[in-house]
């Protein structure tokens, strides 16, 4: 007979069979080290972990001002670039054992794009709003999706080709590339999207102040992030909260700081479903200053982090 932790030895066996025969090689790809924090501009920092869940070795600091938490070093634009025409997918796909591409994940994105759309519904419906972009916008299911509930014109930029393809069948608007890198002149929106994108963004204060910039006067902002305290929590693993694609690893107290820091103003924030997924309807409000930092929280985050490091797992 099978025991349970034979079982689970073998399925890690193959998972790290699967993600070996991708032959992508992360230590060769061109990185370049961080020496300011992104959110408060320290640069003392904690380093948390170093593998990722794929089994690379990435690893994850933590600002130790204000929490933030990063890959360092971190792939340049161009290896992200690279990454996302060919490597991103097939690596998901081989971390959970099944196809996942521009195809598979529509399905999910159809549920999420009902639920998002229920969240923002208060701020969209009948409120005269025309034009929306959507920032890492994938296939194009969300746009698509708000722009006909809420009649607004969609607009889409994602750096990955096949699923950008998607999203111009579905009659949107669209841009390849990064939204750190794109010029958009003096064009402007009424509601900006940034859905299950923050982190993996390059650089998540620039792209804030462009957004404001992007965003019309009573413009609306939504964005979630993946709670990287809920990733841990729940696998009972840091390291498995930690993956190559996302550069950076938001938490409630680090999204805040971010909105508060490049001028916006938290509407409504929604605890998803899933647990996992905390999201912001915003609109422009002032610019504050760049967050001091809170001592007493990062301090109980990295508490936190080495009890889940070192205590042993919820039985389940
Ligand atoms: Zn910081």
């Known amino acids: ?26 230590e060769r790809q061109p990185r370049a080290a961080l020496d300011a924090c992104n959110l408060c501009g320290a640069s003392t920092f904690v380093v948390l ?3 990722d ?27 992200y670039g690279d990454f996302y025409n060919g490597v991103y997918r097939p690596l998901v796909s081989a971390f959970h054992g099944r196809l996942i591409d521009a195809q598979t994940i529509q399905g999910e994105q159809r549920e999420y794009a009902a639920e998002r759309a229920g969240f923002l519904r ?10 929306l972009l959507d920032i890492g916008g994938s296939t194009g299911v969300v746009a698509h999706h708000l722009g006909r509930e809420f ?40 509601v900006v999207i940034i859905c299950q994108t923050v982190d993996h963004l390059l650089d998540v204060a620039g792209t804030l102040r462009r957004v404001r910039d992007l965003l019309t006067d009573d413009g609306v902002l939504f964005i979630d ?7 841990y929590l729940r696998n009972w693993s840091v390291e498995a909260a930690v993956k190559i694609d996302h550069p950076y690893y938001l938490t409630e107290q680090t999204m805040r700081a971010y909105l508060a820091s490049t001028g916006f103003e938290v509407l409504r924030t929604d605890y998803a479903a899933d647990h996992l997924h905390v999201s912001y309807a915003c609109r422009p409000g ?7 930092g809170d001592a007493a ?20």
């Open 1 to 26: 007979m099978t025991s349970p932790s034979t079982t689970q030895a073998d399925a890690a066996r193959e998972r790290r069979e699967r993600i070996q025969a991708l032959g992508y090689d992360y």
């Open 49 to 51: 972990t170093h593998r």
């Open 53 to 79: 869940r794929y089994g690379f070795a990435a690893e994850a600091h933590a600002c130790s001002r204000c929490g933030l938490v990063f890959l360092n070093p971190r792939m340049t634009a161009q290896a």
């Open 122 to 131: 208060p701020f969209l419906a009948g409120s005269g709003r025309r034009t």
């Open 151 to 190: 009649n607004l014109a969609g607009t889409l930029i994602d750096p990955a080709p096949l699923e950008v393809e998607q999203a111009r069948q579905l009659g949107l608007e669209t841009i390849t590339g990064l939204i750190e890198e794109h010029e958009f002149g003096d064009r402007r929106f009424d």
């Open 225 to 231: 992030i993946v709670d990287f305290r809920a990733a």
């Open 286 to 292: 002032r610019p504050g200053r760049q967050p001091a």
């Open 297 to 316: 929280a990062v301090a109980a985050m990295l508490q936190e982090i080495r009890f889940v490091q070192n205590a042993p797992a919820r039985s389940r």
